[in-house]
């Protein structure tokens, strides 16, 4: 069935869409991320414009931590003062990256960037996260004990605050610097950024993995949310029809996945998740650096009467 | 009516040198957008109604016409290898082009008409004006130019230029009829037909005629609203987001 989609302004096949958002949710809901680096590049390989992509993927995002966010809620695993202090970066980083967004789609490097960042981003973080399944998996089948976590340079900043229910003791400084990094990067990306925010969180925050994904996911649910109100506000970009297909898809396919994903032990999660993040940055990579089948693009510059 | 008939009578006098008429129709003149729409087909009926001072021995007719979407301006860029990778390094801005062109005859462009007539008609695709910004001026540039090429070579792979030596039929000498394929993204606004009509190589009348394509109904008002009201636009699409959201952890809910 084909459904014309207004902004993007070209006519797709609605069950493709549904179950492209089925799958990206079904991923999603597995390893507890918002999809977004999947949804967007499968969106830009469909025809539809990476910025009109980027802006309508948001919402996408927002609904399913939404639902993820809530269920968190209910199992009293989210610290609310956390969040608040993420989400001061957030907001922030966000509001720079829609902007950063404007300026390069301006210059006609949108889309250099789009995929640049996720070239860096995805592979970099896709091989760390890789390279440590495996160092765990290893370590499991030795049945050694993880090293001991000790504290690190991060833990001696100004501006302590003590976070209840995460049980930690922590400035505010490096938690309001990762909210600008993930909103900025979100907003660039079309990406929620719980991939990298939850990594981040653990290893170097140190927060204790009760309360590191539903905050995470509240981080990921308000800049998304802001990031969508942006994006429609100064670029009109966002396609809610096209975002509404994906959210139904999403959320449904994230139920499964999440059933899925408790059956399957962390390390082996988390090395898988790791070989699909590398595998879609070195697509990105590819591209880049193979010859374009065609080496000019036409951008319209809207109608004038 | 009686206006029109005048317009008609005032035309008729004005070309009466070139002693031939055009009169043509369009099948739609609005083509409507819908949620299901994945291209269309339009025809063009005409006829060549003679008079009497058309000269005797002329027998046969060539059309030429030319379909023009809204204008608008474009960019062209070209990557270039740069540290490896390929980036867009130059561009050409195209002003008020069409953003939709075909053109069509009912026989080679070449065999129509001689190269003068047909640079001056702007008869063909290389022959059709696309205005640049070169360096500050504003020209257009010679058909082989790479940026121009490949703009039209684009805009051709989208279906949304178009040329067809053979798409023009005559039914009789002097009826004919052609189609006017819309791709599926198609530019909305409003479309000028020109028809031009030949004889012996020599270009002796135009006529012209428009049909429009509308959005209509939801897609319309998406489409404003998110132009117009973006602020709205993105506190609806959030709290659409949010219902999805809280109505799926509902449905789903394990207990």
Redesign the interface.
């Given at each position: 069935?084909?459904?014309?989609l207004?902004?993007a302004?070209?006519?797709v096949n609605v069950f493709l869409v549904l179950a492209m958002g089925a799958a990206v949710g079904f991923v999603s809901g597995m390893f507890g991320i918002g999809g977004g680096f999947l949804m967007t590049p499968l969106l830009i390989f469909i025809g539809i414009t990476p910025a009109v992509a980027v802006a309508s993927v948001a919402?996408?995002i927002?609904?399913?931590?939404?639902?993820?966010?809530?269920?968190y809620w209910r199992r009293r695993a989210i610290d609310p003062a956390l969040a608040s202090v993420l989400l001061c970066g957030g907001v922030t980083g966000t509001a720079l990256g829609v902007w950063t967004f404007t300026q390069l789609r301006a210059l006609?490097?949108l889309?250099?960037m789009i995929a640049?960042s996720y070239v860096v981003l995805l592979t970099t973080v896709g091989s760390l996260m890789f390279s440590e399944g495996l160092r765990a998996l290893m370590r499991t089948r030795r049945g050694a004990v993880p090293p001991r976590r000790t504290h690190n340079w991060i833990h001696g900043l100004p501006l302590k605050m003590r976070f209840k229910r995460s049980k930690i003791y922590l400035s505010v400084i490096p938690i309001v610097i990762v909210g600008i990094l993930i909103g900025f990067i979100g907003a660039i990306m079309g990406i929620g950024g719980g991939f990298i925010l939850v990594p981040i969180m653990i290893y170097l925050l140190r927060v204790p993995t009760s309360t590191v994904i539903g905050t995470s996911m509240v981080l990921t649910l308000v800049t998304?949310?802001f990031a969508?109100?942006?994006?429609?506000?100064?670029n009109?970009l966002?396609d809610?029809?096209l975002?509404?297909i994906l959210?139904?898809g999403g959320?449904?396919g994230?139920?499964f996945g999440a059933r899925a994903g408790q059956k399957i032990r962390g390390e082996q999660l988390r090395l898988l998740l790791g070989l699909l993040i590398l595998s879609v940055g070195v697509r990105f990579a590819i591209e880049?650096?193979i010859?374009?089948e065609?080496?000019?693009?036409?951008?319209?510059?809207?109608?004038?009467? | 009516m009686r206006a029109a008939l005048a317009v008609l009578l005032v035309l008729l006098l004005g070309s009466v040198a070139r002693a031939e008429r055009l009169i043509v129709s369009v099948s739609n003149h609005r083509v409507t957008?819908?949620?299901?729409?994945?291209g269309e087909e339009l025809v063009l009926f005409g006829s060549v109604e003679k008079d009497a001072s058309t000269p005797a021995d002329r027998k046969t007719y060539d059309l030429v016409v030319t379909v023009m979407g809204?204008?608008?301006?474009?960019?062209?860029?070209?990557?270039?290898?740069t540290f490896?990778?390929?980036?867009?390094t130059d561009?050409r801005?195209f002003l008020?082009v069409p953003?939709y062109l075909a053109l069509f005859a009912n026989r080679s462009f070449e065999a129509i008409t001689s190269p003068e007539i047909a640079r001056r008609q702007q008869i063909g695709l290389n022959n059709v004006l696309l205005t640049q910004r070169v360096s500050g001026d504003y020209a257009d540039v010679v058909p082989n130019d790479a940026?121009r090429s490949?703009?039209i070579?684009?805009?051709t792979q989208r279906g949304l230029y178009r040329e067809d030596p053979s798409a023009v039929t005559f039914l009789t000498s002097t009826l004919f009829r052609t189609g006017i394929p819309l791709p599926?993204?198609v530019?909305i606004?409003t479309y000028e037909v020109e028809i031009k009509l030949f004889a012996d190589g020599a270009f002796i009348g135009k006529t012209e005629t428009a049909f429009e394509i509308v959005?209509v109904g939801?897609?319309?008002f998406?489409?404003t609203t998110?132009?117009q009201n973006?602020?709205i636009?993105?506190?609806?699409?959030?709290a659409?987001?949010?219902m999805?959201?809280?109505?799926?952890?509902i449905v789903?809910r394990k207990d």
């Open positions: 069935m084909q459904l014309y207004p902004i302004d070209l006519p919402s996408h927002a609904a399913s931590s939404f639902s993820g966010a809530l269920a006609g490097q889309d250099l640049l998304m949310l969508t109100l942006l994006h429609a506000v100064t009109h966002v809610a029809v975002a509404l959210m139904v959320v449904t994230a139920q880049l650096v010859r374009p065609d080496l000019f693009t036409i951008r319209e510059l809207g109608v004038n009467g | 957008v819908t949620p299901n729409y994945s809204p204008r608008a301006d474009m960019v062209t860029r070209r990557k270039e290898r490896g990778i390929w980036i867009n561009y801005q008020a953003s940026f490949a703009f070579r684009l805009r599926a993204e530019p606004g959005k939801f897609e319309q998406v489409a998110a132009r973006g602020l636009y993105g506190l609806v699409t959030a659409m987001a949010l999805t959201g809280w109505m799926a952890s789903f």
